[in-house]
């Protein structure tokens, strides 16, 4: 393969340059070319596309973003291919995925960790370049000895610190956050490559914010906490802020929101769904997206609503929100990972 790769998209007739280590999404994106994608990681299929001319490597065969009819049909994606000198696609685009920021690749060192709850710790990286990025984005993180790259959303805001904050759940089997767990030490060294992601806060948007966070997706929940209240958002505007765990001692962010300042502004409302039979939980309980209706005062189409968090909650949200109360599809803001 050469250094460069010339890629051509029939779709929108945009040309750009792909380097050898590279996707043909992130070479897009670095471009500025919007081609649609979401996880970055092959699970979603946001980013499939037709091959017309040329040949291609691909980096995982089995990613599940693709079905079985998608490959009988000649269906790649862009984020698992690369090209192997000049070729011809055909993607969808639209403006909406052209980045604000583009992204860049970078290194990174571990500064501090800090443990968030029993199985979420919080990395702390430093970056040789800026910490430039939108609240509610990620960056790929490039792990020693982890074939690929792993997607994890920053819980910070953009700094002149250099700083990248994420909090990452310890994943049973999971190879990039054993990595990240067992096998680094503060002053090792990572790549970095960000930031991307769709689910970045709207500031200019004037309708009250929800967030809906499970597991690790505190973590961009509380970016866009963050860049809220950075933004002065919430002088007249209210944040209602759910968190979704399975039993008590799983619930946090509580204290994390607490410390922005905001008082009355901000309504944290943690939900579990594994309460016990010892009656200590008094909080709500269920599924997290089944309080959204008994506990925001008004229609959910008034607000504006950015979730993250495991697949089965994220599908119920959309279909709550889209199906079950007609939410416009631009007050809602979600990055699908798998």
Request: with cysteine; charged share 20%.
């Amino acid at each position: 393969m050469s250094d460069q790769a010339t890629i051509t998209n029939r779709k929108d007739g945009s040309v750009f340059a792909q380097a050898a280590d590279d996707s043909i999404l992130r070479a897009a994106l670095r471009a500025g070319v919007g081609l649609a994608y979401e996880c970055n990681s092959g699970g979603c299929g946001g980013c499939k596309f037709e091959l017309l001319e040329g040949e291609i490597d691909t980096l995982w065969p089995d990613a599940p973003g693709l079905t079985e009819r998608d490959r009988r049909r000649g269906r790649h994606l862009a984020c698992q291919c690369r090209a192997c000198g000049p070729i011809t696609i055909a993607a969808p685009t639209a403006a909406e995925y052209v980045p604000l920021l583009a992204p860049r690749r970078q290194s990174a060192q571990l500064a501090m960790l800090r443990d968030i709850t029993h199985d979420i710790r919080e990395f702390r990286f430093v970056s040789d370049g800026p910490a430039d990025f939108l609240p509610g984005q990620y960056a790929m993180l490039e792990l020693p000895g982890v074939t690929g790259s792993r997607a994890y959303s920053m819980a910070n805001t953009p700094n002149e610190q250099r700083e990248w904050h994420f909090q990452v759940r310890r994943v049973p089997h999971g190879q990039g956050s054993h990595v990240l767990f067992d096998g680094l030490a503060v002053g090792d060294r990572i790549g970095l490559d960000g930031p991307y992601g769709m689910a970045w806060l709207r500031t200019a948007s004037p309708r009250d914010i929800v967030c809906v966070a499970g597991g690790s997706g505190l973590a961009p929940m509380l970016s866009i906490a963050r860049g809220a209240v950075e933004a002065g958002l919430l002088g007249k505007r209210t944040l209602h802020f759910f968190y979704g765990a399975r039993t008590p001692r799983d619930v946090c962010g509580g204290d994390l929101l607490a410390k922005l300042g905001a008082g009355e502004r901000i309504r944290f409302i943690p939900v579990v769904s594994l309460p016990g039979d010892d009656g200590a939980w008094r909080g709500a309980t269920g599924y997290v997206h089944d309080q959204l209706l008994p506990q925001l005062p008004e229609r959910l189409a008034d607000y504006e609503f950015y979730f993250a968090g495991p697949p089965p909650m994220t599908s119920a949200l959309q279909e709550l929100l889209m199906v079950g109360h007609q939410v416009p599809f631009e007050q809602i803001h979600f990055d699908r990972f798998f």
